[in-house]
């Protein structure tokens, strides 16, 4: 008779005998049926990135329309002279200078330099307070700034606003349903 510690000692040995099977791995076959099916996944979903990206790139122009018009006030107050934000609606192209003497100069830094509008995306620039449409607005060094609205409108035809409702306001971005909806 066997006991059961003998037992459990000679099923030891079988197993020892055994070749070990790995632990919980893939096989190169279900490797490569995962990446197919991720690029079937990514393939459909394509198309309709294409479009999400195009529209993030509108947005991303009207946020860093509303950082040079904040730089801009900012560097006016503290340096005690006036900043302009050009735009060239024509180009698609906007700016900041400063003010020496009795003309604009461009700035020896990042934000003076030229920013290009992303492929597709144009520009318009309105005031109230004045005629014929801006194409730039002044920032001044008591902290007030010319009344603005600055339009950018994306290929697909979604419109930001990077607008400014009173002299003593800031600048703001309003997204496409803002705009729709004031």
Do not use: H, K
């Amino acid at each position: 008779m066997t006991s059961t510690i003998g037992r459990s000692a000679e099923w030891r040995r079988g197993a020892a005998r055994r070749p070990a099977r790995a632990g919980g791995g893939f096989t190169l076959l279900e490797l490569i049926v995962v990446l197919v099916l991720i690029g079937l996944v990514l393939g459909m979903a394509a198309p309709s990135l294409r479009g999400f990206f195009a529209s993030r790139q509108t947005a991303d122009a009207a946020a860093q329309m509303l950082a040079l018009t904040q730089w801009a006030r900012s560097q006016a107050a503290a340096r005690g002279t006036r900043y302009r934000l050009n735009i060239d609606t024509a180009a698609n192209l906007y700016w900041v200078t400063a003010q020496e003497g009795g003309e604009f100069v461009d700035i020896a830094s990042e934000f003076g330099r030229q920013f290009r509008l992303p492929e597709g995306v144009t520009v318009r620039v309105d005031s109230p307070t004045s005629e014929p449409p801006l194409a730039y607005v002044d920032f001044y060094p008591n902290g007030r700034t010319d009344e603005a609205e600055i339009e950018l409108e994306g290929a697909r035809g979604d419109v930001f606003q990077v607008t400014c409702d009173s002299a003593t306001g800031t600048f703001r971005v309003l997204s496409p349903a803002e705009v729709q909806n004031p």
